[in-house]
């Protein structure tokens, strides 16, 4: 088993370093984030990092790198104050990559994309059309985190749009009946399959 210690990290090529650690922590989700400037320009960009906080209230959490270059997320997010958070699927992969491609603020990635806008209710942020699950959400706060300068933002649900074909009875969502994709690492992209779903589990001296 090769074994790498904090030396070998300081040591290796910078590619190498965030291919590693960035694959370490296993499938990630991904989200293409949708936001609108004051000026009406729409923005998206592809994101890993998407995380439940809570589900009463409904609370959403993203990580963003350092803002000492633009961030265009961050500023139309904080701007406006809602943002749009997208599933991404299989057919698109190539499309949803290539948003994280740094494109300067007056070019929209939805204009150099086959990924198309809708808009819903007059929610000040697109959605992209034929997600299966579209969240519009408010933004509630961001935390600093000072080993490293990124941020965590903190997003509360205020509209939820879930493909009929996705949702249970009891409100569970079969992620894969829509070829919902993960992320692995920076890069890669695969497709899970469901395999099993259990019990709330209980200590067994309980039965």
Partial sequence: MKHFGIKNFESLSKIYRLNLI??????KSANLIGT???????????FSSVIHLGSNPALIGFIL???????????????????TINAVTKKYISDAHHTSAKYPENISEF??????????????????KGAPIQMGCHYENEYEIKENDTIMIVGSIQHLYVSDFLLSEDGWIQLDKAG?????GLDGYSEPKHLRRFSYARPKFYK
């Fill in 22 to 27: 960035n694959s370490i922590t296993g499938y």
């Fill in 36 to 46: 609108q400037s004051l000026k009406g320009r729409e923005n998206l960009a592809i």
């Fill in 65 to 83: 790198r350092p803002t000492l270059v633009p961030r265009h997320t961050y500023q139309n997010l904080k701007a406006t104050g809602v943002f």
């Fill in 111 to 128: 204009d150099q994309t086959n990924l198309e806008i809708e808009l819903k209710k007059e929610w000040k942020a697109p959605f992209v």
């Fill in 180 to 184: 919902i994709v993960t992320i692995n």
